[in-house]
């Protein structure tokens, strides 16, 4: 078990640029990260994740504005996100899923980090 805790958030003009952290209290090493978010009267959604392994995907709304990285030696995760719009306003949560054999899946989350983007 882990907890995970996010940071980096912040209010930023549009065009601009923030990085987000996602601390967690143990190894990441066998979690595939991610991370979503959530703006008010909407659902979350899925941003960006990335397996154990390295391999990055991304929601089409962010593809070549955000980049998502981990650092399993600092059990870290990054989401580097420039070219911030307006509509990127919303809170965005770490996620993390460990998977283990003949078990169930095991799904972590921060308390999120509120990003808010100005015109």
């Known amino acids: 078990q882990v907890q995970l805790a996010e940071s980096g958030g912040g209010l930023v003009q549009a065009g601009g640029s923030l990085r987000l952290s996602c601390e967690a209290s143990g190894s990441i090493a066998s979690i595939a990260m991610g991370w979503f978010r959530q703006a008010p009267g909407k659902e979350r959604e899925w941003v960006a994740s990335i397996s154990v392994g390295g391999l990055t995907k991304y929601a089409d709304s962010v593809k070549g504005r955000f980049t998502i990285s981990r650092d399993n030696s600092k059990n870290t995760v990054y989401l580097q996100m420039n070219s911030l719009q307006p509509k990127d306003t919303s809170v965005y949560y770490c996620?993390?899923?460990?998977?283990?054999?003949?078990?169930?899946?095991?799904?972590?989350w921060g308390q999120g980090t509120q990003v808010t983007v100005s015109s």
């Open positions: 996620s993390g899923r460990q998977m283990q054999l003949g078990a169930p899946n095991v799904d972590y």
